[in-house]
């Protein structure tokens, strides 16, 4: 039975009402989220917001390939390679410079890659472990790593191998004992430091250019 038309509802009454409800709830709910939790929202929003300002333009040469980038101040080498760069030889070991699994050159000097932040490296020139070999052709110092069995999980290989050719380009690898200091910055957990040590000292005694 409908009412009378001086009894009837406003025009939008019912959606005003649905929305009255629906705003009511969700104050509701709110009261009974954790106040940690609606921080945690509120950080992540921050920072997505703090990250679209913050980025800076960075220019630099990478196995000799010129990159424009924008990045995070706070990135460091190491994520750039890998995350924005997609060279994933560099490996994330320590992460504190401790075992020189992320070792690349810079201007030709090794470089713990996850103690340095990409934006200092502006105009620079950078070789990672996807850079020393001429197409199909190995670096001689891959080639010694492999004849002598440099690795074995191979995880800390790239960085053993870059930090190899330094040795020998910085002239300290004049005897085991100089090549075992230099190298030291390397750990190789399965401990397969004689082999590496006899790949450096044939590159070494044979001349090649590294």
Do not use: W
Not at 46 to 75: C, I, Q, Y
Request: hydrophobic share 35%.
């Amino acid at each position: 039975m409908s009412l009378p038309p001086d009894l009837e509802q406003p025009t939008g009454h019912d959606e005003s009402r649905r929305t009255f409800l629906k705003q009511s709830s969700l104050l509701t709910a709110l009261t009974f989220v954790p106040g940690p939790v609606v921080q945690a929202a509120t950080n992540e929003l921050d920072e997505k917001v703090a990250a679209a300002f913050e980025k800076v333009p960075l220019k630099l040469e990478v196995n000799g390939v010129k990159h424009k980038l924008s990045v995070e101040p706070r990135t460091t080498l190491l994520d750039l390679l890998r995350e924005n760069l997609h060279l994933t030889g560099t490996k994330k070991g320590c992460d504190y410079g401790q075992c020189g699994a992320c070792t690349v050159h810079i201007d030709g000097q090794r470089v713990n890659s996850c103690l340095s932040f990409a934006v200092m490296h502006e105009g620079k020139k950078i070789t990672t472990i996807e850079g020393l070999a001429e197409g199909d052709k190995l670096h001689p110092m891959q080639e010694a790593f492999v004849k002598h069995d440099g690795f074995q999980c191979g995880y800390c290989t790239p960085g053993q191998i870059m930090s190899a050719v330094a040795c020998v380009r910085e002239g300290h690898a004049g005897s085991e004992a100089e090549i075992r200091e230099y190298m030291s910055g390397n750990i190789c957990r399965c401990g397969a430091y004689s082999n590496i040590v006899a790949a450096i000292q044939e590159v070494k005694n044979g001349g090649q250019k590294v």
